[in-house]
């Protein structure tokens, strides 16, 4: 699918829909994926969900900034090498920008009560945002997996969950936790072609 992106789209444009998003990106990286997936899948269909989610898992095994790396990474597989340069820099412009306004109006009215009421209501928000991030990322997987057969939603379930467990309560570092997801998945995979 991707293979075949619409030749006619110009870098102009390319940026212009990277910027859009970048003054959209408010409430971080959850907020941010959804505003991605929507765009590349659901508006312009640059990417199938199944493929959004596993450009979107690489992109966590790689160190950094994930969101900075899937950028990149649909920026390329767009219009390519030009295509990330100028879909990262139409991302980050609108938020430097604004990081720079924010951090010289922020220091003069932090002690401000408005702002104080206004910052409380700002987190619960970004942590719904979060939330339906992470439903539509898992969504895609754990239809794939039922597609599979119920040996593969059950390991996905219990992937989509056990890594919860391991990060929020168990405190391993990410790395171990990917790393354990691909092997137990291959475990499985090698197991059943016996």
Do not use: H
């Not at 212009?16 to 590349?40: E, K, N, P």
């Not at 992109?59 to 390519?80: D, E």
């Not at 919860?164 to 475990?187: D, E, M, N, Q, T």
């Amino acid at each position: 699918m991707t293979d075949s992106c619409d030749k006619s789209l110009s870098l102009f444009k390319l940026f212009g829909i990277w910027f859009l998003l970048g003054l959209q990106s408010f409430g971080g990286g959850g907020a941010m994926l959804t505003l991605i997936r929507r765009t590349v899948i659901e508006r312009y269909g640059w990417l199938t969900e199944e493929e959004f989610t596993r450009d979107w898992a690489l992109c966590q095994v790689c160190p950094g900034i994930n969101l900075t790396a899937f950028t990149i990474l649909i920026g390329r597989r767009i219009a390519g090498g030009a295509g990330a340069v100028v879909c990262l820099v139409g991302l980050l412009l609108p938020s430097v920008a604004c990081t720079i306004l924010l951090t010289v109006w922020y220091s003069a009215l932090r002690e401000s009560p408005l702002m104080k009421s206004a910052l409380k209501a700002i987190v619960p928000a970004s942590v719904g945002l979060g939330l339906l991030s992470a439903y539509e990322v898992a969504r895609p997987v754990v239809r794939e997996s039922a597609l599979e057969g119920r040996g593969w939603l059950f390991l996905a379930l219990v992937l989509l969950i056990g890594s919860g467990v391991a990060l929020f309560w168990l405190r391993l570092p990410v790395v171990y936790v990917l790393i354990g997801a691909g092997c137990l998945s291959a475990l499985a995979s090698a197991r059943r072609s016996l």
